[in-house]
């Protein structure tokens, strides 16, 4: 089954996140003592993934018209705009909670790679290996994420679901097209893209620098497209100077 390792991973943040929200509040030093340890931690995984790039000036373009994209389709204002209508629907939490719980769970568990390697796992081999072990790291982390931010963690699991098992599905397809270098080269810089914009992710956590990371998520679309288009355009290339050279 493609989305069983999706389905386990939800399971795993909707959990969490009932146990994180049971746990009486948590003191408000205590709060900024764990977002800032987690946001730490967050900094650390975010540029172990950003050095896996081969090439860093597509990860440079791929950020560019990435953030371009998603300033203009304002995916931050519509991911925001969701959380607000969550915070109306359920009340009696702090102004901003639920929409603050739902923006940053949903980014920390989508942007990473074992999501999208994990996904992509699921989709070319049936392997369900690395979601199982995501699943057990969100759902752990949505009790944290619960008991600091509030329930609004638990409305995470609809996009990780759709996001994780939308890349498992299109696995089935892709692998018919690519070869397996291919394959390796695309999550290579997709995990690099990834990495940056979880180190963004973290500056919110530790309360650095507000930055608007759903709007670079194009950015992973971008560098995905981009691995093929640069390896055609290489190859194109090198067939053109060997018909010059035979030429001459």
Known sequence: ????????????????????????????????????????????????????????????????????LGEWMKIDDRLNQAGKWLEKKIGGQKKGSVATAFVTATLVYCIGAMAILGALDSGLRLNHDILYTKAMLDGF???????????????????????????????????????????????????????????AIAFNLLELKQIRVANMLPAILIVALGVPLIEYIQSWWTQLLSAGSSFF
């Open 141 to 199: 982390t949505a009790i944290i994420f619960a008991s600091t931010l509030g329930m609004g963690v638990i409305f995470s699991a609809v996009p990780v679901f759709l996001y994780q098992g939308a890349i498992a599905l299109s696995a089935t397809v892709i692998v018919r097209f690519l070869s397996e270098d291919m394959l390796q080269q695309m999550i290579q810089e997709i995990t690099a893209v990834g990495g940056i914009l979880i180190i």
């Open 1 to 68: 089954m493609v989305l069983l390792g999706t389905i386990i991973n939800t399971i795993a943040i909707i959990v969490g996140g009932f146990v994180g929200g049971i746990f009486p509040p948590i003191k408000e030093n205590v709060r900024q003592t764990v977002m800032q340890a987690i946001g730490l931690s967050v900094v650390v995984l975010g540029v172990m993934m950003a050095f896996k790039t081969n090439n860093f000036l597509l990860v440079i373009f791929s950020l560019v018209i990435g953030s371009l």
